[in-house]
């Protein structure tokens, strides 16, 4: 079956610290790969996409991910954070064909210490 | 465009009532999903529409919910009757082209 897995569940970082969250996915043909952000209290904002070309995607915020087809992954990185980073990240795949529902990882949780 | 809007922000009920959701997805997206959140189960896919009609309902937790989308601009989430495990944030996302975009939810407590 299709499933994201997001291993990080609680990241806890200080300020200008560098964020890696990881996400892999099992699913054998093409996909779309989405990282949304929930900040608390909100609803999930896209943060950056990969549909094709440049493996490497940037994001709002300073937010870039990686998609690296021969390990399933996607990647969420930002050299600095800030305080204000502080939020729930979701990664999300969508096949390429014959639906329109995201799987969605579980979800990180990361909180930034000012 | 003002994105997806959900009503209401805030519901209050109580055991055995009927409860009804609503969300009006962006101008010309052609897909919209109900989604349930709570801290022990994480994000939920209730059910999907496409071009307005039901594909995928298998995430609908059992006979007391329902959801129509009568047309492009307008759809439902109903529960009846309510119960207080049914007490979760429930958002609407509509689509195109693959990219979801989320109402700002609707913070559903049963009590």
């Known amino acids: 079956a299709q499933s994201v897995s997001q291993h990080n569940h609680h990241v806890i970082l200080s300020e200008a610290a560098s964020l890696e969250l990881g996400c892999n996915y099992s699913?054998?043909?093409?996909?779309?790969l989405f990282w949304y952000v929930q900040y608390p209290g909100q609803h999930l904002q896209l943060l950056l996409k990969?549909?094709?070309?440049?493996?490497l995607v940037k994001g709002i915020k300073g937010f870039e991910a990686e998609f690296i087809k021969s390990k399933f992954s996607f990647n969420l990185r930002k050299p600095s954070v800030q305080w204000s980073d502080t939020a729930e990240y979701f990664c999300?795949?969508?096949?390429?064909?014959?639906?329109?529902?995201?799987?969605f990882g579980t979800g990180t949780r990361l909180k930034v210490l000012a | 465009d003002a994105g997806v809007i959900q009503s209401p922000r805030h519901e209050v009920t109580e055991m055995g009532q009927e409860v009804t959701l609503r969300c009006k997805p962006i101008?010309?997206?052609?897909?919209l999903f109900w989604y349930r959140q709570t801290m022990m189960r994480g994000l939920e896919l209730l059910i999907y529409?496409?071009?307005?009609?039901?594909?995928?309902d298998s995430g609908m937790p059992e006979d007391r919910f329902s959801a129509k989308m009568p047309n492009a601009s307008f759809s439902t989430l109903k529960i009846q009757p309510s119960e207080p495990r049914d007490s979760a944030v429930y958002f609407c996302?509509?689509?195109?082209?693959?990219?979801?975009?989320f109402g700002a939810g609707t913070r559903l407590s049963v009590l």
């Open positions: 996302a509509s689509s195109f082209s693959n990219i979801q975009y």
């Open positions: 699913y054998g043909g093409t996909v779309n």
């Open positions: 990969y549909f094709s070309g440049d493996p």
């Open positions: 999300a795949v969508i096949p390429t064909s014959g639906t329109y529902k995201y799987i």
């Open positions: 101008s010309g997206h052609n897909s």
């Open positions: 529409f496409n071009n307005n009609v039901p594909i995928d």
